[in-house]
């Protein structure tokens, strides 16, 4: 059978979770709950460009009725017998609705994974966002960090395709696991900035040449958060199994990593040859490292319904949890592989090697839909340990900042990486945690971007000392020259978008538009790309160090873009979770 919309806009919204779906009013069932399996005759295009044009329905359950296996049935076997498959849709009044599984869905999918597939889409809530439907009207805010992006992506596609890190200097490429770490880190960037012709492009590099059976090491965390992340993210948004199917694939090459006489991973995992170490120097591993890849794993085993992704990762979890050596939720920063236990005691940071550790607590409660009191318990434990023993306020201007402590030792030294804090606790917040909370977060976040503003190219430092002491320094914020380097970080413009979100005060905005434009001042490389700076105190010579991070255009971008946008539906932050590289995934059971 077949139904014809005659181009009716605006399109209604269908109660599947993937954008890529395409909804009209469309008359079909008689019942009051009618239901269709259906398939868009064009293609998916025709409803993005906003086509008026008809689009034919081919339906081929014409009489399914609610309460009868038909839809599903119809569902499996299309997996089964290959051809498009479409999704299952349920309209709560007649008159409705709509269907695709998006551009490019492939056939042919195992029956485990078609059914978990299933489960996955039936269990999510919420329309996909409109922009992701329609050409998403951007504002001029918006239309800045598109053209940031398409600058830095031009460089990257010119001189380093297929690389991990472009060189925008010297117009070439950098190695780290030779996987093509920028181009996945971007893949829902793109999709979320409406830049389809670009994410077409870099999809058919992910189908013809990434290929993981590679003799490389890979850091089990920055590949976890990155690769794994990055293409499950990609999966969610698009809706293309290819990106599962690759996230799949690399989650078990990552597996040996799990396998010490401890359970903690090692750090190093060789995804050719399966044999997992941890660094040359040491048989530990740091605590943000084997507790935030968890988001990860644990949605793996969701959407393919093999539990070992989950367990591994959430034993790590457990272990974690039961060890000594915290200090009222504080955790140390090395943990050994082979004991288990934590090294270096005495020693806490809300910086590098633990920062993640606090954000997973938080994120894997909301993720698994705030039923797992024990992440709960450690993460307002951790955030009490915070207000006692790491917050000072600096001079003259009273910045409240986050510290470190050293055997007992107070130092007011605070790495740009804290600043992803202001953010997760103002999430907190809004899934119901203390209104203090959202008051600590915006006092940390004015002190963010003091980091910026008081610098000479208002970029922040890699790493901030405060000023404690009443004397004529004018400035809070101190910086070491050793420190004087900005590699194009996110956390601060992450925790503006949080903040902007939950608050509503536009002076959130504005912050991040001047830190875009700083971006584009100092580390705007004409040929193409960005590029980190050694000194960002020298406005004259900032020193460029000829290196694009892939999280610039996984995260930095994405999060101003983000933080550009007066839609709270945009991601909406009760339906997905960003993981710590800031790609979405979606909250299981959101409240
Ligand atoms: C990213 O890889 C992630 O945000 C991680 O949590 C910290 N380091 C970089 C960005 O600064």
Redesign the pocket.
């Known amino acids: 059978a077949g139904v014809t919309h005659a181009g009716g806009w605006p399109l209604r919204l269908c109660p599947g979770d993937r954008p890529g779906c395409c909804c009209a009013p469309l008359s079909f069932g008689d019942g009051p709950r009618p239901m269709a399996l259906g398939r868009c005759a064009e293609s998916s295009d025709a409803f993005l460009s906003g086509s008026p044009a008809p689009v034919t329905f081919d339906v081929h359950k014409p009489d399914c009725t609610p309460g009868t296996l038909g839809p599903l049935l119809s569902l499996l076997r299309c997996f089964l017998e290959g051809g498009p498959c479409w999704d299952l849709v349920q309209a709560d009044q007649p008159g409705l609705v709509a269907s695709s599984a998006g551009p490019s869905l492939q056939p042919k999918v195992p029956p485990r994974q078609a059914h978990s597939l299933w489960g996955h889409r039936a269990g999510l809530p919420g329309c996909p966002h409109p922009a992701f439907l329609l050409p998403a009207p951007q504002n001029e805010r918006q239309k800045a960090v598109v053209d940031a992006f398409l600058h830095a992506w031009a460089g990257y596609r010119k001189f380093a395709w297929g690389h991990d890190e472009l060189k925008p200097l010297t117009r070439s490429f950098s190695e780290w696991f030779g996987l093509g770490l920028t181009l996945i880190d971007a893949l829902d960037t793109m999709w979320i900035l409406g830049l389809k012709k670009e994410f077409q492009e870099a999809r058919k590099w992910v189908s013809k040449k990434l290929r993981f059976r590679k003799n490389v090491d890979v850091n089990l965390f ?1 590949s976890t ?2 690769i794994l992340g990055g293409l499950l993210s990609a999966f969610h948004l698009s809706g293309d199994i290819l990106f599962l199917k690759k996230a799949e694939d690399f989650g078990n090459r990552l597996m040996p990593a799990f396998r010490t006489p401890s359970k903690i991973p090692y750090s190093m995992v060789n995804i050719g040859t399966g044999v997992a170490h941890p660094p040359r120097w040491t048989s530990d591993s740091t605590v ?1 490292e084997v507790t ?1 890849i968890q988001l990860e794993f644990r949605e793996l085993s969701r959407l393919t319904g093999d539990k070992k992704f989950q367990e591994a990762a959430e034993e790590v979890t457990r272990r974690v949890h039961a060890l000594h050596g915290k200090l009222d939720g504080l955790v140390p920063m090395f943990i050994n592989t082979n004991s288990g236990s934590f090294t270096h005691l005495g020693m806490f940071t809300l910086g590098a090697r633990a ?2 550790y606090y ?1 997973y607590l938080l994120k894997q409660w909301i993720q698994g839909g705030k039923k797992e009191r024990q992440l709960l318990e450690d993460y307002l434990e951790a955030v009490d340990g915070i207000r006692k023993h790491l917050l000072a306020r600096s001079e003259p201007r009273k910045l409240t900042f986050v510290g470190e402590l050293n055997h007992g030792r107070f130092s007011a030294k605070m790495d ?2 804290v600043c ?1 804090l202001p953010g997760t606790l103002a999430l907190g917040a809004h899934h119901g945690l203390p209104a203090e909370h959202m008051e600590l977060a915006q006092a940390l976040m004015d002190t963010c971007y003091q980091m910026y503003r008081q610098m000479e190219t208002g970029l922040s430092p890699e790493t901030a000392h405060f000023n404690l002491h009443h004397t004529k320094i004018l400035k809070d914020v101190q910086v070491k020259a050793a420190d004087r380097h900005n ?1 194009l ?3 601060t413009v ?1 925790s503006l978008f949080y903040l902007y979100r939950l608050t509503g005060d536009r002076k959130y905005q504005d912050w991040g538009w001047e830190i875009l434009h700083s971006f584009n001042t100092y580390t705007r490389v004409p040929s193409g790309g960005y590029s980190s700076i050694s000194n960002v105190q020298d406005p004259r010579h900032p020193q460029p160090r000829d290196k694009m ?3 610039f255009l ?2 930095t971008l994405k999060y101003l873009y983000l933080l550009f946008s007066d839609d709270p539906d945009l991601l909406s932050l009760d339906t997905y979770v960003f993981n ?3 790609h979405p995934l979606p909250i299981w059971a959101p409240s």
């Open positions: 920055e958060i990155r943000a935030s920062d993640s954000e740009h990486l992803f590699l970080r996110p956390e992450e991070e892939s999280f996984g995260e710590t590289e800031a």
